[in-house]
């Protein structure tokens, strides 16, 4: 038997996979991110879903902040894509790792 994805499988998978997405749009530094963030990131309400650039990157670990940054200022139309890790302080004040792979638009 093959199950077949229904609609609201999304959410499901992403706290499964203890992933979240986010879109971060830079001009304005509005962050939007999935609700499956709240229990990764140990955020609640609305700091879970929305925030702005500056006050995540005030999350990510000291030593790995300027990396994450050049590699964010490294992306091109010709190389729009990236993947990364790094160090957060969840809103607990416990350390987590971070993956992330993203696409500039």
């Not at 499988?9 to 879109?23: C, E, I, N, Y």
């Not at 830079?26 to 925030?51: K, N, W």
């Not at 650039?53 to 005030?58: D, L």
């Not at 971070?98 to 500039?104: D, P």
């Amino acid at each position: 038997l093959e199950q077949v994805p229904g609609p609201d499988d999304g959410p499901q998978a992403l706290r499964v996979s203890r992933s979240f997405t986010f879109d971060w749009e830079p001009h304005s530094d509005r962050v939007r991110r999935s609700a499956s963030c709240a229990d990764i990131l140990h955020l609640h309400g609305d700091a879970a879903v929305t925030d702005t650039g500056q006050r995540f990157f005030q999350d990510v670990h000291p030593d790995d902040r300027e990396r994450l940054t050049g590699v964010l200022a490294a992306l091109t139309p010709d190389a729009p894509a990236y993947e990364t890790d790094y160090r957060v302080t969840r809103g607990d004040g416990r350390i987590l790792m971070l993956e992330e792979a993203g696409r500039g638009r």
